[in-house]
């Protein structure tokens, strides 16, 4: 069908990212906790045999390995399920991975509610905040296929350590590979916009500009932010929008404390103070279910953040 948008999931970029880098960045090494197929880092496995370690069902053990080939020169990333990566391993990654600096990425697939049916033990909607308490630690929340690539290689060109953060569902890809450029700590404003600005990172991304086009049928401009780097923030680019347009409406793939729009209020706070209304997954955990009709439930879709943004802007009026 012309026209139709394409879909990928984000693992699977990152999965073939690392196999297409490979051959240009020789030092580097993928590890995973026997979750490769999940993970998609079989892709590399396959073409990289002799690079890739299965360290099993142990991902403190992987972060701690993964700490050691970082001293000896290596590139490492240290793949897993965003809750076993940040959460079972976080003091690994603190105290191994944090605290010397040390040049270890980590790529944490399967992030959020629209992990599904795996249900709360799997949907992590904790791991940015829990990543953003480290010192030094970078966050980057790719938002398709186009920027996880390139989310990927940057994070190559860095030194220090990067969690970056994949979905296991299907996102659309709206980056045009040409002409797309990746700047770890600044964000893209996708939208121009002068009533509200929406700023959204992750799978979410896609979600905000289908609720901007609606918002726009309204007569009501909504500037659009992507905010593929949760840590270091852009800063400089929020408060521009939030001067510029009195409000902003975050929206995330993750719990209201401590990401995105936790993240954006700090920030505003210090520097300039316009109402915050944030859109993520409340104080709950989440359930087992359909991807797609998670996602509606617990309000991440373009309907609702059309009515919290209209609603938002009502109550800024009064």
């Known amino acids: 069908m012309a026209g ?90 603190r105290n191994s991975i944090g605290y010397p600096h040390l040049n270890v990425k980590i790529g944490a697939t399967h992030a959020g509610i629209s992990v599904g049916e795996d249900g709360a033990t799997h949907q992590c909607n904790e791991d940015i905040a829990l990543m953003r308490t480290i010192p030094g630690m970078t966050i980057l929340n790719p938002a398709d296929d186009v920027e996880a690539r390139a989310a990927v290689k940057a ?44 700023v959204a990172t992750g799978l979410m991304v896609s979600e905000a500009l289908t609720a901007a086009e609606q918002l726009a049928a309204e007569g009501i401009s909504a500037r659009v932010l992507n905010i593929h780097t949760i840590k270091p923030l852009d800063t400089e680019l929020i408060c521009k929008a939030a001067a510029e347009t009195g409000l902003l409406v975050t929206i995330e793939e993750h719990s209201i404390i401590g990401g995105l729009g936790s993240a954006v209020a700090e920030a505003v706070c210090d520097s300039c103070p316009v109402p915050v209304v944030r859109i993520g997954v409340k104080d709950e955990y989440g359930h087992s279910g359909p991807a797609a009709e998670l996602l509606k439930e617990f309000g991440l879709c373009a309907s609702n953040i059309v009515a919290v943004t209209k609603a938002a802007m009502e109550s800024n009026t009064k």
């Not at 999940?38 to 002799?50: H, L, M, Q, V």
């Not at 296991?168 to 600044?186: C, E, S, V």
């Open 4 to 93: 139709e948008v394409k879909k990928k999931a984000t693992r699977e970029s990152y999965g073939e990212a690392l196999r297409d880098f490979a051959e240009t960045y020789e030092n580097l090494v993928v590890l995973d906790a026997d979750l490769a197929a999940a993970t998609k880092t079989g892709i590399f496995k396959k073409a990289y045999p002799e690079r890739f370690f299965d360290c099993g069902i142990a991902e403190a053990n992987m972060m701690g390995v993964a700490a050691g080939l970082a001293a000896s020169g290596k590139i490492p990333f240290a793949s897993t399920f965003a809750m076993f990566a940040a959460g079972r391993a976080y003091e690994i990654v």
């Open 155 to 198: 994070s190559i060109e860095m030194e220090g350590p990067v969690y970056l953060r994949f979905g296991r569902l299907a996102a659309p890809i709206f980056n045009d590979p040409t002409t797309y450029q990746f700047t770890i700590g600044k964000g893209i404003t996708l939208r121009e916009g002068k009533d509200v600005t929406l």
